[in-house]
C-alpha cells in the first residue's frame, strides 16, 4: 500500500512539473506576442502622427504660398 502511494505521488508530482513546464512556456509566448502587438501599434500610431504632420505641413505650405501670392 505504502509503495503505491509513493507511485501515485510520484505520478502527480511528474504531472504538475510538466503541467508547469507547459504553462511557463505559454506565458512566455503570450508575453512575446503582447510585446509584438504593443511594437505594432506604437509603430501605427508614430505613423498617425507623422501623417497628421505631414498634412499639416502640407496646409501651412500651400496658406503661405497664397499669402506671398497676394
Known amino acids: 500500500m505504502k ?3 509513493n507511485c ?3 505520478e502527480l508530482v511528474d504531472y504538475l512539473n510538466f503541467s508547469n513546464e507547459a504553462l ?3 506565458n512566455l509566448r503570450l508575453l512575446d506576442q ?3 502587438l504593443t511594437m ?3 509603430v501605427i500610431d508614430a505613423e498617425e502622427v507623422c501623417n497628421v504632420n505631414a498634412h499639416y505641413n502640407e496646409f501651412i505650405n500651400n496658406f503661405n504660398k ?3 501670392q497676394k
Open 3 to 5: 509503495n503505491m502511494q
Open 8 to 10: 501515485a505521488t510520484k
Open 24 to 26: 511557463r512556456i505559454e
Open 34 to 36: 503582447v510585446e509584438r
Open 40 to 42: 505594432e501599434i506604437e
Open 66 to 68: 497664397q499669402l506671398k
